[in-house]
């Protein structure tokens, strides 16, 4: 897992910041064991039952965005309840955005609104422990942390902790609670951009012995011992030294935006642009799950002047994200799913903002091989609750699970020695599947 750090900072309203949990160097941990990951990668494609090359790039914004002014702009309802952003029509007929997202209207035949989601937990941490793991966990709201395995550390346990490429399965930029490994262990954590892998990576002290393999494998175990914990590096063959030649040759270049074209770049934008197009860069490579953190949602007064403050942010470097996966032909095999810890209430407070509201969500997704150019689930008439059947958070992991290739029934033994089911009653959306 990789995690990049967004260029929003600051706090939510009740003071929790945004954590960096994992700054040890995990593409070391994970680079070094990857000779034998790549041994059975291949052992795999001989029985004829290879790896799933699908990714996910999960773009959080945190602090919990309106769902009204976002992806249900509601113009039929009350003066009250309705966007005070207005609304753009899409190149779907009949679908609306919020007023601050024509670029992504443009491009709604290629992305998908679901408009039923929901759960029940409108507090920072706890909400968003329950979108990221799948589980509601009350004790995040008040520092307990994390206690299930989230998504990205799930696949990196499932296909290993590094791609057949040599970067990490699991990238995250900015962490974000409940993106961790909890019990599964630190080898499934994401690599973290900020921290110390990101420095190992660039494999400074040992360039210049590239020759001596042995001698660069050493220089890399005291960087960090913990790579060593598998036993592999008793001798080099074929399989290590490809393992190398992918981690000096590969990893550099990917993380460097500069490689792209002008043109490319600048359609993406600063910030926010530039991280979703190293997220494609890195799933091009072989990653297979990305987090972005984006934050600043929450808006509990002067919610329009926000909306035109960090909508366009948004609508400018997702349209390019989503257009670009369409060009290169990547719309099959990388999924873009953007939420937050919960929506926003319907009406309007006295501050001219909206307030926490878990009973209905903000989600989006794009790409994935699921079927777009539509609406999933419908609120009622003032965007409080579904009025069709409620999408949860269980639904929507069993939907990336479904994406990326991993068993619905998958479980792993937690710390009381118990096999723990990583879905527990949710099934993929049908709509989109």
Known sequence: MLTLHSSRQGTACDGSTRRDFMKIGALG???????????????????????????VV??????????????????????????????????????????????????????????????????????????????DFVAADNGGGQNKPGLGSILARHRGASAPTGLPTYVRFNGILGDGPAWLGKPFAPFDVAGKARENMALRSPLERLDDRKGLLKDFDNIDREIDRSGLMKGLDSFEAQALDLIVSKAKDVFDVKNEDQKTRDRYGKGLGEQLLLARRLCESGVGFVTVNFGGWDMHGQIGNAMKRSGPIVDTAVSAFVEDLANRGMSEDVLLVISGEFGRTPK???????????????????GGGLKMGQTVGESNSKAEIPKSKPI??????????????????????????????????GKPIAELV
Not at 348 to 366: E, F, K, Q, V, Y
């Open 29 to 55: 941990l994970g680079g070094l064991s990857l000779p034998g990951l790549l041994r059975a990668r291949e052992a795999a494609a001989r029985v004829g039952s290879p790896t799933k090359k699908t990714s």
């Open 58 to 135: 999960w773009l959080w914004l945190g602090g919990g965005p309106t769902h009204v002014e976002t992806f249900d702009p509601k113009m039929s309802a009350p003066v009250e309840y309705r966007s005070v952003t207005g609304a753009v029509k899409s190149n779907v007929p009949g679908i609306e955005l919020g007023g601050t997202f024509e670029k992504m209207a443009a491009n709604a035949d290629k992305m998908a609104f679901v408009r039923s989601f929901a759960h029940r937990n409108s507090g920072h941490g706890g909400g968003t422990h329950f979108v990221m793991t799948g589980y």
């Open 348 to 366: 309007i407070n006295g501050n001219a903002g909206r307030d926490h509201w878990a009973p209905l969500s903000t989600l989006a997704l794009a």
């Open 392 to 425: 949860g958070p269980q639904d929507l992991m069993a939907t990336v699970f479904h994406v990326l290739g991993i068993p619905q029934d998958l479980h792993y033994t937690d710390p009381t020695g118990r096999p723990s089911p990583m879905i527990n009653g």
